[in-house]
Protein backbone atom coordinates (compact mmCIF):
# COMPACT_ATOMS: atom_id res chain seq x y z
CA UNK A 1 0.00 0.00 0.00
CA UNK A 2 1.29 3.49 -0.82
CA UNK A 3 -0.49 6.68 1.17
CA UNK A 4 -2.48 8.50 -0.74
CA UNK A 5 -3.97 11.76 1.48
CA UNK A 6 -3.58 12.16 5.43
CA UNK A 7 -5.02 14.74 7.20
CA UNK A 8 -3.57 15.78 10.95
CA UNK A 9 -5.90 17.14 13.44
CA UNK A 10 -4.11 18.76 16.73
CA UNK A 11 -5.90 19.68 19.68
CA UNK A 12 -4.84 21.26 23.15
CA UNK A 13 -5.23 20.48 26.78
CA UNK A 14 -9.13 21.53 26.88
CA UNK A 15 -10.24 19.36 23.55
CA UNK A 16 -10.19 22.74 21.05
CA UNK A 17 -8.82 21.74 17.71
CA UNK A 18 -5.96 23.74 16.92
CA UNK A 19 -4.00 22.29 14.05
CA UNK A 20 -5.97 20.70 10.94
CA UNK A 21 -3.96 19.69 8.22
CA UNK A 22 -3.75 18.02 5.02
CA UNK A 23 -1.42 15.76 2.38
CA UNK A 24 -2.31 14.91 -0.58
CA UNK A 25 0.70 13.08 -1.85
CA UNK A 26 3.38 11.10 -0.57
CA UNK A 27 6.51 11.09 -2.53
CA UNK A 28 10.46 10.51 -1.67
CA UNK A 29 9.69 8.71 1.56
CA UNK A 30 7.48 11.91 3.17
CA UNK A 31 3.85 13.46 2.81
CA UNK A 32 3.18 16.64 0.29
CA UNK A 33 1.53 19.05 2.71
CA UNK A 34 -1.79 20.74 0.77
CA UNK A 35 -3.33 23.03 3.03
CA UNK A 36 -3.23 23.90 6.91
CA UNK A 37 -5.13 25.65 9.19
CA UNK A 38 -4.05 26.91 13.04
CA UNK A 39 -6.90 28.09 15.32
CA UNK A 40 -6.17 30.10 18.67
CA UNK A 41 -9.20 30.60 21.07
CA UNK A 42 -10.01 32.57 24.24
CA UNK A 43 -10.76 31.27 27.42
CA UNK A 44 -14.75 30.88 27.14
CA UNK A 45 -13.35 28.70 23.98
CA UNK A 46 -14.35 31.12 21.22
CA UNK A 47 -12.53 31.32 17.86
CA UNK A 48 -9.95 34.24 17.96
CA UNK A 49 -7.55 33.30 15.26
CA UNK A 50 -7.46 31.17 12.26
CA UNK A 51 -4.96 31.03 10.18
CA UNK A 52 -4.22 29.43 6.75
CA UNK A 53 -1.37 27.74 5.25
CA UNK A 54 -0.63 26.47 1.60
CA UNK A 55 2.47 24.39 0.86
CA UNK A 56 5.31 25.30 -1.21
CA UNK A 57 9.04 24.29 -1.62
CA UNK A 58 8.47 21.57 1.07
CA UNK A 59 7.27 24.07 3.65
CA UNK A 60 3.77 25.67 4.79
CA UNK A 61 3.34 29.44 4.08
CA UNK A 62 0.87 31.47 5.59
CA UNK A 63 -1.86 32.70 2.62
CA UNK A 64 -4.49 34.52 4.92
CA UNK A 65 -5.91 34.71 8.19
CA UNK A 66 -9.26 35.93 9.91
CA UNK A 67 -9.96 37.14 13.45
CA UNK A 68 -12.38 37.15 15.82
CA UNK A 69 -14.06 38.72 19.10
CA UNK A 70 -16.75 38.19 21.15
CA UNK A 71 -18.32 40.48 23.92
CA UNK A 72 -19.31 39.09 27.58
CA UNK A 73 -22.38 37.26 26.46
CA UNK A 74 -20.68 35.38 23.59
CA UNK A 75 -22.06 37.43 20.94
CA UNK A 76 -19.59 37.96 17.91
CA UNK A 77 -18.69 41.43 17.82
CA UNK A 78 -15.96 40.95 15.40
CA UNK A 79 -14.67 39.43 11.89
CA UNK A 80 -12.05 40.46 9.73
CA UNK A 81 -9.98 38.66 7.10
CA UNK A 82 -6.08 39.60 5.99
CA UNK A 83 -4.27 37.83 3.04
CA UNK A 84 0.01 37.47 3.53
CA UNK A 85 1.02 40.01 0.83
CA UNK A 86 4.50 40.79 0.26
CA UNK A 87 5.56 40.11 3.59
CA UNK A 88 2.80 42.04 5.52
CA UNK A 89 -1.19 41.30 6.50
CA UNK A 90 -3.04 43.62 3.85
CA UNK A 91 -6.94 43.60 4.25
CA UNK A 92 -9.30 41.09 2.19
CA UNK A 93 -12.73 40.93 1.95
CA UNK A 94 -14.88 42.54 4.69
CA UNK A 95 -14.23 43.88 8.57
CA UNK A 96 -17.53 43.47 10.45
CA UNK A 97 -18.30 45.25 13.38
CA UNK A 98 -21.61 44.44 15.81
CA UNK A 99 -23.18 45.59 19.17
CA UNK A 100 -25.85 43.50 20.85
CA UNK A 101 -27.88 44.34 23.77
CA UNK A 102 -28.11 42.92 27.00
CA UNK A 103 -31.06 40.12 25.91
CA UNK A 104 -28.37 39.48 22.84
CA UNK A 105 -30.51 41.44 19.97
CA UNK A 106 -28.18 43.50 17.55
CA UNK A 107 -28.29 46.95 17.19
CA UNK A 108 -25.46 47.96 14.90
CA UNK A 109 -23.89 46.41 12.55
CA UNK A 110 -20.86 48.23 10.30
CA UNK A 111 -18.98 47.00 6.98
CA UNK A 112 -15.53 48.33 6.39
CA UNK A 113 -13.39 47.75 2.85
CA UNK A 114 -9.40 47.97 3.01
CA UNK A 115 -8.25 51.01 1.29
CA UNK A 116 -4.88 52.68 1.02
CA UNK A 117 -3.88 50.61 3.64
CA UNK A 118 -6.67 51.10 6.13
CA UNK A 119 -10.27 49.90 7.26
CA UNK A 120 -12.78 52.49 5.96
CA UNK A 121 -16.50 52.34 6.94
CA UNK A 122 -18.54 51.40 3.48
CA UNK A 123 -22.07 50.54 5.02
CA UNK A 124 -23.85 50.42 8.31
CA UNK A 125 -27.05 49.84 10.13
CA UNK A 126 -28.79 50.08 12.84
CA UNK A 127 -31.59 48.35 14.62
CA UNK A 128 -33.94 50.34 16.94
CA UNK A 129 -36.60 48.10 18.46
CA UNK A 130 -40.10 48.37 19.94
CA UNK A 131 -42.84 46.89 21.45
CA UNK A 132 -44.42 45.56 18.46
CA UNK A 133 -41.60 47.03 15.19
CA UNK A 134 -38.71 47.06 14.45
CA UNK A 135 -36.41 49.81 12.54
CA UNK A 136 -33.68 49.17 10.60
CA UNK A 137 -31.80 52.37 9.41
CA UNK A 138 -29.70 52.07 6.38
CA UNK A 139 -25.99 54.62 6.12
CA UNK A 140 -23.29 54.99 3.77
CA UNK A 141 -20.85 56.83 3.36
CA UNK A 142 -21.12 60.18 1.32
CA UNK A 143 -18.45 62.98 1.97
CA UNK A 144 -16.49 61.32 4.91
CA UNK A 145 -19.81 60.95 6.96
CA UNK A 146 -22.61 58.39 7.93
CA UNK A 147 -25.15 59.45 5.64
CA UNK A 148 -29.09 57.46 5.83
CA UNK A 149 -29.73 55.73 2.76
CA UNK A 150 -32.68 53.07 2.90
CA UNK A 151 -34.75 53.02 6.43
CA UNK A 152 -36.65 50.14 6.95
CA UNK A 153 -39.46 48.96 9.49
CA UNK A 154 -41.16 46.14 10.16
CA UNK A 155 -43.99 45.97 12.27
CA UNK A 156 -44.87 42.29 13.93
CA UNK A 157 -48.42 41.45 15.59
CA UNK A 158 -48.64 40.71 19.48
CA UNK A 159 -47.97 36.74 18.22
CA UNK A 160 -44.73 37.83 16.76
CA UNK A 161 -46.07 37.64 13.02
CA UNK A 162 -45.58 40.30 10.40
CA UNK A 163 -48.26 41.86 9.33
CA UNK A 164 -47.03 44.97 7.77
CA UNK A 165 -43.40 46.09 6.49
CA UNK A 166 -42.39 50.04 5.60
CA UNK A 167 -39.13 50.18 3.30
CA UNK A 168 -37.75 53.49 1.57
CA UNK A 169 -35.21 53.61 -0.90
CA UNK A 170 -33.68 57.26 -1.28
CA UNK A 171 -32.50 58.72 -5.28
CA UNK A 172 -30.23 61.64 -6.97
CA UNK A 173 -27.54 62.55 -4.14
CA UNK A 174 -27.02 66.37 -5.29
CA UNK A 175 -26.15 69.35 -2.45
CA UNK A 176 -25.25 67.12 0.31
CA UNK A 177 -29.47 65.75 0.41
CA UNK A 178 -31.02 63.13 -0.92
CA UNK A 179 -33.73 64.71 -3.68
CA UNK A 180 -36.11 62.05 -4.42
CA UNK A 181 -37.24 58.73 -2.41
CA UNK A 182 -39.26 55.73 -3.22
CA UNK A 183 -41.74 54.10 -0.12
CA UNK A 184 -43.18 50.78 -0.53
CA UNK A 185 -45.31 49.67 1.98
CA UNK A 186 -46.06 46.07 2.86
CA UNK A 187 -49.46 44.09 4.43
CA UNK A 188 -49.37 40.56 5.38
CA UNK A 189 -51.98 37.62 6.20
CA UNK A 190 -50.51 34.91 8.18
CA UNK A 191 -46.94 36.49 7.04
CA UNK A 192 -47.89 36.04 3.22
CA UNK A 193 -47.44 39.45 1.44
CA UNK A 194 -51.16 40.03 0.51
CA UNK A 195 -50.93 43.92 -0.88
CA UNK A 196 -48.08 46.72 -1.68
CA UNK A 197 -48.14 50.28 -2.06
CA UNK A 198 -45.12 52.50 -3.00
CA UNK A 199 -45.16 56.27 -3.09
CA UNK A 200 -42.41 58.16 -4.98
CA UNK A 201 -41.67 61.61 -3.40
CA UNK A 202 -39.73 64.80 -4.34
CA UNK A 203 -39.77 67.80 -2.45
CA UNK A 204 -41.47 66.19 0.40
CA UNK A 205 -44.60 65.60 -1.94
CA UNK A 206 -45.95 62.29 -3.61
CA UNK A 207 -45.54 62.58 -7.06
CA UNK A 208 -46.76 59.25 -8.05
CA UNK A 209 -48.61 56.14 -6.52
CA UNK A 210 -48.90 52.33 -6.71
CA UNK A 211 -51.42 49.82 -5.65
CA UNK A 212 -50.37 45.87 -6.04
CA UNK A 213 -52.63 43.37 -4.80
CA UNK A 214 -52.44 39.80 -4.63
CA UNK A 215 -55.20 38.39 -6.42
CA UNK A 216 -56.95 34.97 -6.14
CA UNK A 217 -54.51 33.21 -9.18
CA UNK A 218 -51.46 33.77 -6.87
CA UNK A 219 -50.58 36.72 -9.50
CA UNK A 220 -49.78 40.77 -8.46
CA UNK A 221 -52.10 43.10 -10.52
CA UNK A 222 -51.03 46.52 -10.28
CA UNK A 223 -52.91 49.74 -10.73
CA UNK A 224 -51.38 53.40 -10.68
CA UNK A 225 -53.37 55.76 -8.31
CA UNK A 226 -54.40 59.23 -8.70
CA UNK A 227 -52.81 61.51 -6.04
CA UNK A 228 -56.22 62.34 -5.22
CA UNK A 229 -57.91 58.84 -4.88
CA UNK A 230 -59.91 57.60 -1.82
CA UNK A 231 -57.05 56.67 0.25
CA UNK A 232 -54.66 58.42 3.16
CA UNK A 233 -50.73 57.96 3.24
CA UNK A 234 -48.90 58.93 7.15
CA UNK A 235 -45.35 58.85 6.07
CA UNK A 236 -43.20 56.24 7.87
CA UNK A 237 -46.70 54.75 9.60
CA UNK A 238 -48.13 52.72 6.29
CA UNK A 239 -50.89 53.20 4.69
CA UNK A 240 -54.57 53.20 5.26
CA UNK A 241 -56.72 52.94 2.61
CA UNK A 242 -60.41 54.30 2.48
Known sequence: WVGSAKREDVYDEHGNKIVDAYYNAFQDKEWKGYEKYEYTYDTN???????????????????????????????QILSVSYRWHDDAWVGDGNKVVETFDDKNQILQRIYYTWKN?????????????????????TYIIKEDEWIESEP?????????????????????????QWQEKLETTYDYIKEEETSRARYKWEDGKILETWKEILTDTGE???????????????????????
Open 45 to 75: RNIVLKIHYTWKDSQWYMNNKSEYAYDEHGN
Open 117 to 137: GQWVGSNKYEYIRNTNSITTK
Open 152 to 176: AIKSFDTNGKVEKKWEVRYENWQNG
Open 220 to 242: WSETKLENDMAFEHKEGQGTLFK
